[in-house]
T-cell receptor, first 111, second 115 residues
Framework: QQPVQSPQAVILREGEDAVINCSSS?????VHWYRQKHGEAPVFLMI?????EQKGHEKISASFNEKKQQSSLYLTASQLSYSGTYFC????????????FGTGTRLKVLA | EAQVTQNPRYLITVTGKKLTVTCSQN?????MSWYRQDPGLGLRQIYY???????DKGDVPEGYKVSRKEKRNFPLILESPSPNQTSLYFC??????????????FGQGTRLTVV
């Protein structure tokens, strides 16, 4: 039941772009994105609350396709600081308090 | 400073010896939850609390207990720890947990080893 993220891991050079996908077998009401550096706590990036909503955060943006039950995170012109593991977190309907994270995507940016 | 504080950060214990991991937040958040993180499995929710005295099971509650007697504190209790509970644990809080409306703030994590 965990949302599946793809790819599982990706290696980039500085300045390259990447897309991380989060797909769920259940309907999605909201999607969160977090980044976790090695040995640290996950840090919030953004929330998407409506189908079709796109949000941006510096050079990181995300989209939410409610019909396809998936969200994508876009990292453009990647920087060394983008390295880490990215997680999507989901709630399946507006009244739920249960929260499920995706399987994670390890991203490494090389100089 | 707004934060979620977990203690201890590291803990090695023996099978069967009861332990408590504390979690405290200073943001007056209603919603608190516990996760365990294992390689290849991501973050899995153990228990969550919608408010004081209201808790419910997440996806992996077996072997764990929680209580929410005060709004700021949400301890995780392992009554009889076993080696398969060796993991990295995170506590998180958010203003409200309903529908995932608001962002989660995470504690620094507790690395637990049960031998």
């Amino acid at each position: 039941q965990q949302p599946v993220q793809s790819p599982q891991a990706v290696i980039l050079r500085e300045g390259e772009d990447a897309v991380i996908n989060c797909s769920s077998s259940k309907a999605l009401y909201s999607v969160h994105w977090y980044r976790q550096k090695h040995g640290e706590a996950p840090v919030f990036l953004m929330i998407l609350l409506k189908g079709g909503e796109q949000k941006g955060h510096e050079k990181i943006s995300a989209s939410f396709n409610e019909k396809k039950q998936q969200s994508s995170l876009y990292l453009t012109a990647s920087q060394l600081s983008y390295s880490g593991t990215y997680f999507c977190g989901t709630a399946s309907f507006s009244g739920t308090y249960k929260y499920i994270f995706g399987t994670g995507t390890r991203l490494k940016v090389l100089a | 400073e707004a934060q979620v504080t977990q203690n201890p950060r590291y803990l090695i214990t023996v099978t069967g010896k009861k332990l408590t991991v504390t979690c405290s937040q200073n943001m007056n958040h209603e919603y608190m939850s516990w996760y365990r993180q294992d390689p290849g499995l991501g973050l899995r929710q153990i228990y969550y609390s919608m408010n004081v005295e209201v808790t419910d099971k997440g996806d992996v509650p077996e072997g764990y207990k929680v209580s929410r007697k005060e709004k700021r504190n949400f301890p995780l209790i392992l009554e009889s720890p076993s080696p398969n509970q060796t993991s990295l644990y995170f506590c998180a809080s958010s203003l409200t947990g309903q529908g995932g409306y608001t962002e989660a703030f995470f504690g620094q994590g507790t690395r637990l080893t049960v031998v």
